[in-house]
């Protein structure tokens, strides 16, 4: 059992470019989210998905886009790279009811230059 | 909106001491608390959930308690070790949002 598995753990960026940014789950979890973390903020949703076909804004959605094609991938894109989306991204999922704990994939270290 | 405080921001301690560790949330209106502990350059683990009808749950040394009604939260850590170094997060869900706070940075020098 994988749990949340995230790709790639490092990349290093040129403004300007494009990626995205891969998260899976083995659990069968209807709920996924994006997280990045700052030093000194915290970490602060993206987007999230309640299920598949399903997206919505989180707190700092701007330059991110996401999709939910199956229940197992969450992918997060970024369409035109700035250095201010130089963070540590973390994808988590939660199984069941709103009740139900959330589990974090290890996270991507994205450097944008 | 939803605002979470973890106090303090940095803790360093001997082995061996209890800890408290504080958490309070602005919006009583949540679905559970979660504590989760995070080692440098690495991601989340999960500590103890509490869901918003519990008051406490407790896992080995560590024990969290919630009062919904006063936005708080506490983590202790009975006899700590060295290996208990981390930062500790603690994160309201407010229906599909979890919020965390900015986390207490532990150190337990031996």
């Known amino acids: 059992n994988a749990g949340v598995t995230q790709t790639p753990k490092f990349q290093v960026l040129k403004t300007g470019q494009s990626m995205t940014l891969q998260c899976a789950q083995d659990?069968?979890?209807?709920?996924m989210s994006w997280y990045r973390q700052d030093p000194g903020m915290g970490l602060r949703l993206i987007h999230y998905?309640?299920?598949?076909?399903?997206?919505d804004q989180g707190e700092v959605p701007n330059g991110y886009n996401v999709s939910r094609s199956t229940t197992e991938d969450f992918p997060l894109r970024l369409l035109s790279a700035a250095p201010s989306q130089t963070s540590v991204y973390f994808c988590a999922s939660r199984g069941g009811p709103v009740k139900a704990g959330y589990t974090f994939g290890s996270g991507t270290r994205l450097t944008v230059v | 909106k939803q605002e979470v405080t973890q106090i303090p921001a940095a803790l360093s301690v001997p082995e061996g001491e209890n800890l408290v560790l504080n958490c309070s949330f602005t919006d009583s209106a949540i679905y559970n608390l979660q504590w989760f502990r995070q080692d440098p350059g690495k991601g989340l683990t999960s500590l103890l959930l509490i869901q918003s009808s519990q008051r406490e749950q407790t896992s080995g040394r560590l024990n969290a308690s919630l009062d919904k009604s006063s936005g708080r939260s506490t983590l202790y850590i009975a006899a700590s070790q060295p290996g208990d170094s981390a930062t500790y997060l603690c994160a309201v869900d407010n229906t599909d949002k979890l919020i965390f706070g900015t986390g207490t940075r532990l150190q337990v020098f031996p």
């Open positions: 998905s309640v299920g598949a076909g399903i997206t």
């Open positions: 659990m069968n979890h209807e709920y």
